[in-house]
């Protein structure tokens, strides 16, 4: 277990180049072992978690060659997938584990899939439920956690009105819709991150998008006609791992930062208006689009942050990044409050008491509620280092060692290496740029 110890900074400057985004690494992976033929897939993630699905695509017969920061991967056809002997590992991965069950729902074959200690407190029962409607046999422990026992076969198609804003659910039952006969159908409560539907209209598939409700054809009908294509594709950087520095340098008044080739996809990129509307000095340059993805480039300066509050619809669309708002809070003029996000409970670690913990061990004023917090802004005095504690959880210690760079005195991120499940050069990164 690794400690990285932070001290204070005046600045956060240079270039930086970011890993390629995970969420869509993962989707990338799994579409590809599914095609007819090899992808190849350029900046693909060096985030652990990405590498659990190269694994477990591995285990279940695709061929995986990683080259660097390019993977290939060679699917045999989406009917091509192997039973694996041994169980696949999804690591520390929510997104490996609930998307796979889609596409092992669809299998004629059983298999079973668990993860990491942390991942198996992790609920399933969101992706059970409409797997199990859909035609899956599925055994879980508890009938809510992994290790999960997934006898799959033919599907029905369903249209499934989601309880909660989860892309990783969304994504399950779309990825099932690829085995069933006829048209599957999710309706999402809020709008989630859409990068299934752009990964599987890119590798060929059916999908119609009306308002909330997203559609896929059912491609078992194809009778073995290649329904998949290989694909040659750039993913663009992870605007999550961004967002940690443009944290940084915005907290920072001498900063000059430039981030190059960030994935700006709308239904992820609302945290950079809400850096906008907290006074930030953001811009976006050279806006483009991959293959359905818009990328561009980011320059950011040091400035005063006024905090906000992040609630209702908001929510599921900067999810990933309300560890870091919420550690940005004590340095912000009102504060920030977070409320309606009881799902970052059961995220890898409970991230409202992670965070309520560690920023109470730096000195900063909070209430704690079920659903969110509200930290209080600069006038309830400044923070100071501290021993944090991330609790197994990549995102924790990424937003406190942001938070110690502008703190009085040195804060010391136990078991650093966490960062490693998105981010494994994180903290040389912030060492280069913080000088
Ligand atoms: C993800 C969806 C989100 C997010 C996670 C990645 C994805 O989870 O928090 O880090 O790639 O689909 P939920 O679907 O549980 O909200």
Not at 275 to 296: K, T
Not at 353 to 369: I, V
Request: glycine letters at 10%; hydrophobic letters at 40%.
């Amino acid at each position: 277990m690794k400690t990285e110890t932070i001290h204070p900074a005046k600045a956060l400057s240079g270039p930086l180049e970011l890993p390629g985004d995970k969420s869509i690494s993962h989707r990338y992976a799994m579409l590809a072992a599914l095609a007819d033929g090899t992808s190849e897939l350029r900046n693909f993630a060096a985030a652990r978690d990405c590498h659990s699905t190269l694994g477990c695509m591995k285990a279940l017969g695709a061929e995986v060659k990683v080259e660097g920061t390019t993977v290939k991967v060679t699917g045999r056809g989406l009917h091509g997938l192997k039973s694996s002997w041994r169980s696949l590992d999804a690591e520390n991965s929510g997104t490996t584990i609930r998307l796979l069950s889609g596409i092992l729902s669809g299998q004629e074959f059983t298999t079973r899939i668990s993860g990491d200690a942390s991942l198996q407190k992790r609920p399933m029962k969101r992706v059970v439920a409409p797997l199990r409607q859909m035609g899956a046999d599925i055994r879980a422990k508890d009938d809510n956690f992994a290790p999960l026992e997934i006898r799959g076969g033919k599907l029905r198609a369903i249209h499934y009105e989601m309880p909660m804003a989860s892309a990783q659910v969304k994504s399950a039952v779309l990825l099932a819709g690829l085995y069933t006969v006829g048209i599957t159908q999710v309706t999402e409560p809020a709008k989630t991150r859409d990068h299934t539907e752009l990964a599987l209209e890119e590798f060929g598939a059916n999908i119609e998008k009306r308002g909330r409700t997203i559609a896929i054809h059912g491609l078992i009908a194809n009778n073995g006609k290649p329904v998949l294509q290989p694909k040659s594709l750039d993913v663009p950087g992870d605007l999550s791992s961004a967002v940690f520095f443009v944290a940084a340098a915005s907290l920072l008044p001498e900063s000059n930062l430039y981030i190059a080739n960030v994935g700006l996809n709308p239904t992820r990129s609302a945290i950079l208006d809400f850096f906008q509307q907290m006074g930030a000095s953001v811009s976006v340059q050279n806006l483009q689009s991959w293959r359905g993805e818009l990328i561009g480039d980011l320059a950011v300066k040091g400035a005063q942050l006024k905090g906000g509050v992040i609630s209702g619809d908001l929510v599921p669309l900067l999810i990933d990044e309300l560890p870091m708002l919420a550690a940005l809070g004590p340095y912000t003029e009102q504060g920030i409050e977070i409320r309606d996000a009881g799902e970052l409970r059961v995220k890898e670690s409970d991230r409202i008491a992670a965070l309520a913990e560690n920023l109470k061990r730096m000195g900063a004023k909070l209430e704690e509620r079920a659903d969110g917090l509200r930290v209080e802004g600069r006038s309830a005095g400044k923070l100071h280092g501290a021993e944090i504690d991330p609790h197994g959880d990549h995102r924790i210690a990424m937003a406190f060692a942001v938070a110690g760079l502008a703190a009085e005195g040195d804060t010391k991120i136990l078991d650093a290496d966490c960062a490693g499940v998105s981010y494994p050069t994180f903290f040389a990164e912030l060492r280069r740029l913080a000088g």
